[in-house]
Protein backbone atom coordinates (compact mmCIF):
# COMPACT_ATOMS: atom_id res chain seq x y z
CA UNK A 1 0.00 0.00 0.00
CA UNK A 2 1.59 3.48 -0.89
CA UNK A 3 2.72 5.53 1.74
CA UNK A 4 0.19 8.44 1.53
CA UNK A 5 -2.67 6.25 0.84
CA UNK A 6 -1.69 4.23 4.49
CA UNK A 7 -0.88 7.68 5.98
CA UNK A 8 -4.51 8.50 5.25
CA UNK A 9 -5.64 5.32 6.95
CA UNK A 10 -3.59 6.05 10.16
CA UNK A 11 -5.82 9.98 10.11
CA UNK A 12 -8.69 8.13 9.64
CA UNK A 13 -8.31 5.42 12.56
CA UNK A 14 -6.82 8.06 14.92
CA UNK A 15 -10.11 10.05 13.87
CA UNK A 16 -12.39 6.93 14.94
CA UNK A 17 -10.47 6.39 17.84
CA UNK A 18 -8.33 3.33 16.61
CA UNK A 19 -4.77 4.16 17.88
CA UNK A 20 -3.82 0.51 18.58
CA UNK A 21 -4.51 0.09 14.80
CA UNK A 22 -3.12 3.54 14.02
CA UNK A 23 0.03 2.78 16.23
CA UNK A 24 0.72 -0.40 14.17
CA UNK A 25 0.29 1.24 10.82
CA UNK A 26 2.66 4.31 11.66
CA UNK A 27 4.81 0.77 13.25
CA UNK A 28 4.78 -0.76 9.94
CA UNK A 29 5.79 2.43 7.49
CA UNK A 30 9.09 2.96 9.88
CA UNK A 31 9.98 0.00 9.47
CA UNK A 32 9.72 -0.06 5.55
CA UNK A 33 11.13 3.89 5.51
CA UNK A 34 13.11 4.08 8.77
CA UNK A 35 14.73 6.91 7.17
CA UNK A 36 11.68 9.07 7.46
CA UNK A 37 11.92 11.11 10.49
CA UNK A 38 8.43 12.50 9.77
CA UNK A 39 7.47 8.78 10.21
CA UNK A 40 9.34 8.73 13.34
CA UNK A 41 7.75 11.90 14.81
CA UNK A 42 4.13 10.54 13.92
CA UNK A 43 4.77 7.40 15.65
CA UNK A 44 5.97 9.09 18.90
CA UNK A 45 2.88 11.51 19.11
CA UNK A 46 1.02 8.37 19.39
CA UNK A 47 2.79 6.86 21.81
CA UNK A 48 2.30 10.31 23.78
CA UNK A 49 -1.38 9.49 23.75
CA UNK A 50 -1.37 5.89 25.47
CA UNK A 51 1.13 8.23 27.86
CA UNK A 52 4.51 6.15 27.09
CA UNK A 53 6.98 8.34 27.81
CA UNK A 54 10.03 6.00 26.91
CA UNK A 55 8.15 5.15 23.17
CA UNK A 56 7.81 8.13 22.64
CA UNK A 57 11.17 8.73 23.18
CA UNK A 58 12.18 5.97 21.44
CA UNK A 59 10.94 7.69 18.33
CA UNK A 60 11.59 10.84 18.79
CA UNK A 61 15.54 9.81 19.48
CA UNK A 62 16.93 11.12 16.21
CA UNK A 63 15.16 14.67 16.65
CA UNK A 64 17.13 17.72 17.68
CA UNK A 65 13.68 19.36 19.30
CA UNK A 66 13.18 15.90 21.63
CA UNK A 67 11.57 16.14 24.83
CA UNK A 68 14.70 14.87 27.48
CA UNK A 69 12.17 13.70 30.05
CA UNK A 70 10.95 11.41 27.30
CA UNK A 71 14.99 10.40 26.16
CA UNK A 72 15.72 9.97 29.69
CA UNK A 73 13.00 7.61 29.81
CA UNK A 74 13.53 5.74 26.60
CA UNK A 75 17.71 5.50 27.65
CA UNK A 76 16.60 3.84 30.96
CA UNK A 77 14.05 1.51 29.17
CA UNK A 78 16.73 0.45 26.82
CA UNK A 79 19.51 0.76 29.10
CA UNK A 80 22.24 -0.75 26.72
CA UNK A 81 23.59 0.71 23.52
CA UNK A 82 23.16 -2.77 22.33
CA UNK A 83 19.21 -2.74 22.92
CA UNK A 84 18.87 1.30 21.99
CA UNK A 85 20.35 -0.09 18.79
CA UNK A 86 17.73 -2.28 18.45
CA UNK A 87 15.00 -0.71 19.68
CA UNK A 88 15.87 2.75 17.08
CA UNK A 89 15.20 0.16 13.99
CA UNK A 90 17.71 1.59 11.66
CA UNK A 91 19.35 0.19 8.87
CA UNK A 92 21.76 0.90 6.93
CA UNK A 93 24.55 3.61 7.30
CA UNK A 94 24.19 6.95 9.08
CA UNK A 95 24.62 9.24 6.05
CA UNK A 96 21.60 8.11 5.09
CA UNK A 97 19.96 10.27 8.16
CA UNK A 98 18.17 13.16 7.24
CA UNK A 99 19.72 15.86 9.62
CA UNK A 100 22.79 16.37 10.80
CA UNK A 101 21.63 15.88 14.26
CA UNK A 102 20.17 12.32 13.63
CA UNK A 103 23.65 11.17 12.10
CA UNK A 104 25.62 12.03 15.27
CA UNK A 105 22.75 10.44 17.28
CA UNK A 106 23.35 7.40 15.38
CA UNK A 107 27.04 7.50 15.43
CA UNK A 108 27.01 7.60 18.64
CA UNK A 109 24.59 4.99 19.75
CA UNK A 110 26.44 2.87 17.49
CA UNK A 111 29.98 3.62 18.69
CA UNK A 112 28.47 3.27 21.94
CA UNK A 113 27.47 0.00 21.48
CA UNK A 114 31.33 -0.84 19.70
CA UNK A 115 32.95 0.25 22.46
CA UNK A 116 30.79 -1.88 25.05
CA UNK A 117 31.42 -5.01 22.78
CA UNK A 118 34.87 -4.25 21.70
CA UNK A 119 34.34 -4.83 18.12
CA UNK A 120 32.68 -2.92 15.67
CA UNK A 121 29.00 -3.10 15.39
CA UNK A 122 26.66 -2.42 11.88
CA UNK A 123 23.20 -1.21 11.80
CA UNK A 124 22.01 -4.22 9.41
CA UNK A 125 24.16 -7.10 11.18
CA UNK A 126 21.73 -7.70 14.50
CA UNK A 127 24.10 -10.26 15.58
CA UNK A 128 26.54 -7.99 15.49
CA UNK A 129 25.39 -6.80 18.93
CA UNK A 130 23.05 -9.43 19.62
CA UNK A 131 24.79 -10.63 22.89
CA UNK A 132 23.92 -7.47 24.48
CA UNK A 133 20.61 -8.27 23.72
CA UNK A 134 20.51 -12.10 25.39
CA UNK A 135 21.23 -10.44 29.05
CA UNK A 136 20.68 -12.57 31.71
CA UNK A 137 16.94 -12.87 32.75
CA UNK A 138 15.99 -11.07 35.56
CA UNK A 139 15.70 -12.98 38.82
CA UNK A 140 12.08 -13.60 40.23
CA UNK A 141 10.40 -10.57 42.39
CA UNK A 142 10.72 -13.15 45.96
CA UNK A 143 8.98 -15.83 47.27
CA UNK A 144 5.87 -17.25 46.24
CA UNK A 145 2.54 -15.38 47.41
CA UNK A 146 -0.20 -16.65 48.56
CA UNK A 147 -2.21 -16.02 45.11
CA UNK A 148 0.58 -17.54 42.88
CA UNK A 149 0.20 -20.88 45.55
CA UNK A 150 -3.35 -20.88 44.71
CA UNK A 151 -3.36 -20.34 41.15
CA UNK A 152 -0.87 -23.07 41.12
CA UNK A 153 -3.03 -25.63 42.90
CA UNK A 154 -6.01 -24.63 40.48
CA UNK A 155 -4.33 -25.30 37.59
CA UNK A 156 -3.14 -28.84 38.57
CA UNK A 157 -6.72 -29.32 40.17
CA UNK A 158 -7.91 -28.34 36.64
CA UNK A 159 -6.00 -30.79 34.80
CA UNK A 160 -5.95 -33.93 37.02
CA UNK A 161 -9.94 -33.16 36.37
CA UNK A 162 -9.68 -33.15 33.15
CA UNK A 163 -7.67 -36.16 32.82
CA UNK A 164 -9.91 -38.17 35.36
CA UNK A 165 -13.04 -37.55 32.73
CA UNK A 166 -10.72 -38.21 30.06
CA UNK A 167 -10.44 -41.44 31.28
CA UNK A 168 -13.45 -42.15 32.52
CA UNK A 169 -14.65 -41.62 28.70
CA UNK A 170 -11.82 -43.62 27.62
CA UNK A 171 -13.05 -46.72 30.00
CA UNK A 172 -16.99 -46.20 28.94
CA UNK A 173 -15.76 -46.84 25.06
CA UNK A 174 -14.48 -50.41 26.36
CA UNK A 175 -17.89 -51.56 29.19
Same mark, same amino acid.
Given at each position: ??? /?? !? $?????? +?L???? #?????????? $? #? @???P??? !? $?R????????????????????????D????? !????????????? /???? =??????????? !?????????? #? /??A????????? +?? +?? =?? @????????????? @???? @??? +????????? #????A??????????????
Open positions: MPL /RE !T $LARVEA +DAAGR #VPVARQRLRG $L #V @SSFYDL !T $LRRLAEVYRLYGDAAEAGRWMYLEERDADE !TAAFEVRYGSPGR /RMKA =LAWRGPEAMAA !TSFAKGQLVA #V /RACAEAFGRPV +DW +DD =LA @SFREDLEEKCEEP @SGPW @SVS +DVLAGVGCL #VGALFLGVWVIGVLALFD
